[in-house]
């Protein structure tokens, strides 16, 4: 697909941070912006359940909802899941430039809008991305975000990963063996991210997905140097002057 473009993620300013944090935003106080976390993994693995999840446990995290032309299942809801678009619509929008990345997964078209990501970005939350490897990779190539963390779920076994998808019952049989033909090619993949979690037991790998989105908000990338030297005042030779 096309349209992909690279993205400048506007300046995060400090006192918002501070407010937010205050709220129980996302950070500690030092926190310079929103951090990016993108999950891959073959589908049926607990992508999905692991990010809703997620989500109840830790505040001011958000998932970006993504276009697709893939139609809607049972439950899901337009704006919420996904946004359901038309094969024209996405091919509009790929043109136009819209999307940060995108690609065909499964024999439909997914993308991540730019303008939907930055906006959220910029009220300083962090977000999840749940998008397939292809999309990982134009991300990672193209560096847009470069303090992004790549984060890869693996099912404990391919026939796991069966079990789940059929037991899941949202797709055809079809849709199921050309999802499980997929797999093997994403996992291939998994060397690209900086991090793998075994979703076998649910909470294990909660705890280890909410470990490194924690870890991760303590990292020096993501401090707000213009905070530190502020609240410290840093530029000063003499705190306590006699
Ligand atoms: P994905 O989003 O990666 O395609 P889902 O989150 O939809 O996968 O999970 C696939 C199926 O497996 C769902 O029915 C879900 O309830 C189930 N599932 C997810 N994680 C686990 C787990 N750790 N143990 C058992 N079943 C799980
Ligand atoms: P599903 O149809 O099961 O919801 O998702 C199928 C695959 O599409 C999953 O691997 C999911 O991560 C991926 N996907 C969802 N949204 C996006 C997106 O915006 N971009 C890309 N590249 N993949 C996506």
């Known amino acids: ?24 935003g996302p950070a500690s106080s030092m926190k310079a912006g929103g ?18 999840e997620i989500m109840k ?20 809801r337009d704006g919420a899941d996904y ?3 038309s094969r024209e619509e996405f091919v509009l929008m790929a043109g136009r430039g819209e999307f940060l990345e995108s690609a065909e997964v499964h024999g439909n078209y997914y993308g991540t809008s730019r303008k939907d ?13 749940d998008i397939d490897t292809q999309g990982a990779r134009q991300l990672k190539t193209k560096a847009p975000f470069p303090g992004a963390v790549y984060i890869f779920i693996l099912p404990p076994s391919l026939d796991v990963l069966r079990q789940r998808l059929t037991a899941r019952n949202t797709e055809g049989e079809a849709q199921v063996v050309l999802r499980l033909q997929n797999a093997l090619g994403e996992i291939r993949e998994y060397e690209m991210y900086d991090y793998v979690i075994v979703n076998d037991r649910l909470d294990d790998a909660l705890e280890r997905l909410k470990a490194v989105i ?9 401090v707000d140097r213009a905070w530190v030297n502020k609240n410290f005042n840093l530029s000063k030779k003499e705190v306590f002057p006699e």
Do not use: C, W
Request: glycine letters at 12%.
């Open 1 to 24: 697909m096309s349209g992909i473009h690279n993205a400048d993620v506007p300046e995060q300013a400090g006192d918002q941070e501070m407010e937010k944090d205050r709220q129980g």
């Open 214 to 222: 924690m870890a991760d908000r303590s990292a020096l990338k993501r």
């Open 35 to 52: 951090g990016l976390f993108i999950i891959s993994a073959p589908s049926g693995a607990g992508k999905t359940t692991l990010g809703r």
């Open 57 to 76: 446990m830790i505040k001011g995290l958000r998932e970006s909802v993504s276009y697709t032309t893939r139609k809607p299942r049972a439950g899901e």
């Open 83 to 85: 946004n359901f678009i």
């Open 117 to 129: 990501l930055e906006s959220i970005l910029a009220g300083g939350e962090d977000v999840i991305l």
